[in-house]
Structure formats: structure tokens, C-alpha cells
């Protein structure tokens, strides 16, 4: 009996293997109590391949940020979109991810003929599309889009701080760390915060 990975393999194969341009998209961002979740599509260029790409947690902050780089400069197109907290606060964070899904493929130059998606929920796309669990370890096309997506939400997070320098947002990033939440209590929410996440939610009852 066939393993599930060696399904998978198939299929990611399959996936690859038919004519057209494949756009890969990934997020970052869920988990945070502030800040937008970011979103990336890429759609890479077989005649310039790129070494290295992998998950974006797996990589160091510097090699995401040389990959970047790499990235935006050899793919055949790019795209990165967000949603933002007031947007996570009116749609929950699964619909606003998917809405920033959405928008990075649309934000594409090109029209991929299939989008390979991290995860297992689509957005609603115009063209065929497929979720692939840990898709951003499988296939280098979401690798790519993990990495652009990371590293421009952790730009956007030393935006944050440098307009809001209380809460460390570029160290935390808007995780629930002890510093942060430590930060909440002492100066209350500010317009970055998600207020539908319970610690933030609490706060803003209390």
C-alpha cells in the first residue's frame, strides 16, 4: 500500500508537470496579536532556478533576506499582498488570510494557469488550484512565496515600531510573547492590534 507521502510526491508532480505558468502562495502572519497577515504569490522561472529556498522558518532572518532579494530578481513575477487587523477583526483570520491569498495572486503580472496553495483551504481563485499541507517544505515555488511574505511582514513590523516603540513589535513581531502582552497591560491596544484575539479582546472588555 502506498504511503500518504509518496501520494503526495505524485501529485505535487502531476501538479508541476502540466503545461502553463504554477504560481505558489504562502502566508505569514496568523498567529500574531498585531499587524497585518501577509501574503505572496510567485510564479518561478525554470531558466534561473534558485538555490536554497525552503521554508522560511527553517532559514536565518539574513539568508530570508538574501533570498529576498534573489527571489524578486529571478522569478518571472511576484506578487505580495496583505490583509489588514481591522480586516482579521471584520472576516477572522482564516477569511482574512485567504482574502490576502486572494489578492497576492491577482497582484500577479503574469495569469498562472494552476496556484499551488500552503495549507488546506483555497481562496477563491479564477484559475485551478490545489492545497498541499507543508507545501512550503514540498514545493520551491511556495517556498519562495513563504520567504517573500515573511520578510515583508517583518519589515512592516519595524514600521510598526517605530510608530508604536512601547510594544517591541520588532523584536515579537505582534506573537503573544511575555514582553508583549506585558506591553498591553501597561499602555492598552493601539490601532495595529487585532481586537478580536482573546488577549487583545480582553483588554479592550476589561
Known amino acids: 500500500m502506498r504511503s500518504r507521502r509518496s501520494w503526495l510526491a505524485d501529485q505535487i508532480a502531476l501538479s508541476l508537470d502540466a503545461p502553463g505558468l504554477v504560481a505558489g502562495v504562502d502566508e505569514a502572519g496568523r498567529g500574531p496579536l498585531a499587524g497585518p497577515v501577509v501574503a505572496a504569490a510567485v510564479i518561478l522561472d525554470e531558466l534561473h532556478p534558485i538555490k536554497g529556498l525552503a521554508d522560511s522558518k527553517q532559514l536565518t532572518a539574513r539568508r530570508r533576506e538574501r533570498l529576498f532579494d534573489e527571489i524578486r530578481a529571478k522569478a ?96 515579537h513581531k505582534g506573537y503573544p510573547t511575555a514582553a508583549h502582552l506585558a506591553a498591553l497591560r501597561a499602555h492598552g491596544v493601539c490601532p495595529q492590534h487585532r481586537r478580536s484575539f482573546a488577549p487583545v479582546r480582553k483588554l479592550c472588555d476589561g
Request: net charge positive.
Open 76 to 171: 518571472l513575477c511576484c506578487s505580495i499582498a496583505q490583509a489588514s487587523a481591522q480586516e482579521i477583526d471584520s472576516h477572522n483570520i482564516l477569511g482574512a488570510t485567504l482574502l490576502a491569498m486572494q489578492r497576492a495572486v491577482q497582484g500577479l503580472r503574469l495569469r498562472p494557469h494552476k496556484v499551488l496553495v500552503d495549507g488546506n483551504r483555497l481562496p477563491a481563485l479564477a484559475m485551478p488550484a490545489a492545497a498541499i499541507v507543508k507545501g512550503d517544505a514540498l514545493v520551491a515555488a511556495i517556498s519562495a512565496a513563504s520567504i517573500l511574505a515573511k520578510v515583508h511582514r517583518d519589515r512592516l513590523c519595524a514600521q510598526m515600531h517605530e510608530e508604536h516603540p512601547q510594544y517591541g513589535f520588532d523584536a
